[in-house]
């Protein structure tokens, strides 16, 4: 079946440094990726995706490109603040109802 | 715009209650889900609604737990009885079906306790 691979479970950087969090998904089909953020105590929130290989996405600094090559879709930030503490999920969707979640990605940013 | 809105945020249950936890999708669109978030599961798909037809019962779950669309603005997910291994936070998300749009968007959740 489909699926979804983030590979670091647990991230922590400092200020202002660059973040790279890996996704790389197995799909039957030509999925929709996407990225979403979760605080605590709050759903998860929609960041961006991407439907076409070498597409970009991005939103709030965020940014993540579709490479059907490696079957991959790595979100990365320049710069992160200590508000991007969060869980950040990755998921796939190959046109119908089922989305698959990666398990999560928690980034603890220090001040 | 008004996201999904979830009540309660919280629901405190002893074993074997019945309780129901509601859903109001965004406006205008036409898919709904319903969620179980767990530290252990992840997010696990309980139901899954088209233009109000329920397209998928749950499951290992539809024995206890029942999702209902009365109207396009309205869901509720009903579990009953009720045991402690339901606690968990319950998502309900939405979306359009398809096109450039398409992505659930997920309301603040229900965190149920089963005593």
């Known amino acids: 079946g489909d699926s979804v691979t983030q590979t670091e479970g647990q991230v922590a950087l400092s200020e202002e440094d660059f973040l790279t969090i890996h996704c790389n998904y197995s799909?039957?089909?030509?999925?929709?990726l996407f990225w979403y953020v979760q605080y605590p105590g709050e759903g998860p929130q929609f960041l961006f995706r991407?439907?076409?290989?070498?597409e970009k996405g991005s939103s709030r600094g965020f940014e993540a490109t579709y490479d059907k090559g490696t079957t991959s879709f790595h979100l990365r930030k320049a710069s992160v603040q200590e508000s991007d503490s969060a869980v950040y999920y990755c998921?796939?969707?190959?046109?119908?109802?089922?989305?698959?979640f990666g398990a999560g990605t928690r980034l603890k940013v220090i001040a | 715009d008004a996201g999904v809105t979830q009540t309660p945020r919280h629901e405190v249950a002893e074993k074997g209650q019945t309780i129901i936890l509601k859903c109001e999708p965004v406006?205008?669109?036409?898919?709904l889900f319903w969620y179980r978030q767990t530290k252990i599961q992840g997010l696990e798909l309980l139901s899954y609604?088209?233009?109000?037809?329920?397209?998928?019962d749950g499951g290992a779950f539809k024995d206890r737990f029942k999702a209902e669309m009365l109207n396009s603005s309205f869901s509720t997910l009903k579990i009953q009885p009720t045991e402690p291994k339901d606690s968990a936070v319950y998502l309900c998300?939405?979306?359009?079906?398809?096109?450039?749009?398409?992505?659930?968007?997920f309301g603040e959740g229900t965190r149920l306790s089963v005593l």
């Open positions: 609604f088209r233009s109000k037809s329920l397209m998928e």
């Open positions: 991407a439907s076409r290989d070498k």
């Open positions: 998921a796939l969707n190959t046109g119908n109802y089922k989305y698959v």
């Open positions: 998300a939405s979306s359009f079906r398809q096109g450039e749009n398409q992505a659930p968007l």
């Open positions: 406006s205008g669109h036409n898919d």
């Open positions: 799909a039957s089909g030509y999925p929709a």
